[in-house]
T-cell receptor, first 116, second 112 residues
Framework: EPEVTQTPSHQVTQMGQEVILRCVPI?????FYWYRQILGQKVEFLVS????????KSEIFDDQFSVERPDGSNFTLKIRSTKLEDSAMYFC??????????????FGDGTRLSIL | GESVGLHLPTLSVQEGDNSIINCAYS??????FIWYKQESGKGPQFIID?????DKRQGQRVTVLLNKTVKHLSLQIAATQPGDSAVYFC???????????FGKGTRLSVIA
């Protein structure tokens, strides 16, 4: 069964450093998402991406964050200058596009980001 | 210090019994609902979905019930197995591929 894959599984970074989290969505999906989950809390939306541009973003997704689809398969989340509070699990998700019909979002297993 | 957010509602069931996990959703405009299962160290795994024009949908060993009047969603798992032990989240959105809003989650613990 096709799945969303994320790398690395764990990233440890010094505060203030840039970090790039990578995702390979399911191949026939056209909508891509990033969510995060702080330890013990619920999953929160960051950003959605369609047709090579951001569709929606949350208040969390400030100027420190950016997303990119550099080629036909990868979808990346960059945090320019990491803060301690960026420590969380970051999940990538993707879904098919079928007009206005809701389609389930399928999630990867996440990248655990630890900021020191 | 206070461990805010680390306490999840927990449901403990005997293996073989049926489980019912409940969720109150927030947005009356939501028209699509999903149940996800999250095992330790993994991402949310899709279980079953339901659209707002339905009030019940069945899958393999799982049933989702939707009550729009009181904005309530439930997940029923038949003959619960040890492998069902996980945190279960409900999520909602509306009108196509919009962001999901997740509930707080319920931890299901299956006693063998």
């Amino acid at each position: 069964e096709p799945e969303v894959t994320q790398t690395p599984s764990h990233q440890v970074t010094q505060m203030g450093q840039e970090v790039i989290l990578r995702c390979v969505p399911i191949s026939n999906h056209l909508y891509f998402y990033w969510y995060r989950q702080i330890l013990g809390q619920k999953v929160e939306f960051l950003v959605s991406f369609y047709n090579n541009e951001i569709s929606e973003k949350s208040e969390i997704f400030d100027d420190q964050f950016s997303v990119e689809r550099p080629d036909g398969s990868n979808f990346t989340l960059k945090i320019r200058s990491t803060k301690l509070e960026d420590s969380a699990m970051y999940f990538c998700a993707s879904s098919e596009a079928r007009g206005w019909s809701n389609q389930p979002q399928h999630f990867g297993d996440g990248t655990r980001l630890s900021i020191l | 210090g206070e461990s805010v957010g680390l306490h999840l509602p927990t449901l403990s069931v005997q293996e073989g019994d049926n489980s019912i996990i409940n969720c109150a959703y927030s947005n009356s405009a939501s028209d699509y609902f999903i149940w996800y299962k999250q095992e330790s160290g993994k991402g949310p795994q899709f279980i079953i979905d339901i659209r707002s024009n339905m009030d019940k949908r069945q899958g393999q060993r799982v049933t989702v019930l939707l009550n729009k009047t009181v904005k309530h969603l439930s997940l029923q798992i038949a003959a619960t197995q040890p492998g069902d032990s996980a945190v279960y989240f409900c999520a909602e959105n509306f009108s196509g591929n919009t962001p999901l809003v997740f509930g707080k989650g319920t931890r299901l613990s299956v006693i063998a």
